[in-house]
């Protein structure tokens, strides 16, 4: 677009341009830390409270910046999502999980887990259906062990098309999970349309128990709810024995959480496999 000269600027304020100015910064940034190799996957156990085996991951981005350091998705994807760039780096994010999933089943691991997060705008991707099937093919993960985590909130903008999509994604032979469960515009009567095996119980649900009898109320009616619907459920969060105690209680056996282990790298990961 031609710029019409600097006098363009005075319909903003100057604080406007300079938040506008360093957003534009910020996205040219993520889009160049893909190619710089700044974007790593750090993984999450996901631990079956039976036997405390690891039974799967979740894999997280992180973005290791030369001079500040590591910094967290919140302070990039927000911004990345902004753009086609979120594209980019959730194929990026699918593929590498992939690949290290593929590893550790050869490893031995049978059915072995892998999550990983979508993005809102990878949902209306036009061929993303298609991207995952060729992942799938290309790092010979098998699809059983590929689940994918949407939130509500994607869910619900265009529901009919969602439900399809989601339907889509299921013939692959995925497996698809709601995360974040419970913090959402949860509609209980879309619950039932919505293909999916797993909810997955928010941190914020969890992290009050025991202290807080509603939290542990809600966690465990979505526990029985989950059930009843058939389906599986990951609490999220879990950070003290006791939390992980009432989860079992409550016939929640899938738990990730700092009790276990925070996100590490894969060399980490792998040496968390080991110790079981
Ligand atoms: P999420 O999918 O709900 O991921 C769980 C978050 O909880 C992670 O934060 C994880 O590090 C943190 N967590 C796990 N266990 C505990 C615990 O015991 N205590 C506490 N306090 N926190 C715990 P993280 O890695 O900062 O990710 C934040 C969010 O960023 C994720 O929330 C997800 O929505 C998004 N995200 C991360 N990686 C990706 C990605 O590859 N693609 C997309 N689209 N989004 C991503
Ligand atoms: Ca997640
Ligand atoms: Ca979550
Ligand atoms: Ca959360």
């Not at 985590?149 to 889509?168: A, C, G, P, W, Y």
Request: proline share 4%; aromatic share 8%; net charge negative.
């Amino acid at each position: 677009a031609k710029m019409a000269g600097a006098g363009n600027f005075q319909f903003f304020s100057g604080d406007m341009t300079t938040r506008a100015f360093e957003r534009m910064k910020l996205e040219m940034a993520v889009r160049m830390a893909l190619d710089k190799n700044e974007l790593h996957l750090y993984y999450q156990p996901k631990v079956d409270l039976s036997d405390d085996r690891v039974v799967g991951m979740e894999a997280l981005i992180r973005w290791i910046h030369p001079e500040m350091g590591i910094i967290p998705p919140f302070k990039f994807i927000p911004i990345a999502e902004t753009s086609d760039v979120i594209l980019a780096i959730g194929e990026w994010v699918l593929r590498q999980a992939c690949i290290t999933g593929k590893k550790i089943l050869d490893m031995g691991y049978a059915d072995f887990g892998v999550g990983v997060n979508l993005s809102a705008k990878q949902l209306k991707q036009e061929n993303f259906v298609e991207i995952v099937r060729t992942i799938l093919n290309e790092t010979g993960l098998p699809p059983r062990c590929l689940d994918l985590e949407l939130t509500e909130s994607m869910l619900f903008d265009n529901i009919d098309r969602n439900i399809k999509f989601m339907h889509d994604l299921k013939k692959l032979g995925i497996t698809l999970s709601i995360d974040d469960f419970g913090t959402g515009y949860s509609s209980l009567s879309y619950l039932k349309s919505f293909p999916v095996n797993t909810l997955k119980i928010d941190r914020s649900f969890v992290m009050d128990i025991p202290d807080d009898r509603d939290d542990m109320a809600i966690t465990a009616t979505i526990i029985s709810m989950a059930h009843s619907l058939g389906l599986n459920v990951v609490a999220e969060g879990v950070e003290t024995r006791i939390q992980a105690h009432f989860l079992k209680n409550k016939g929640c056996l899938c738990v990730q959480g700092y009790l276990f282990s925070p996100p590490v790298p894969e060399e980490k990961f792998m040496t968390l496999l080991g110790r079981h």
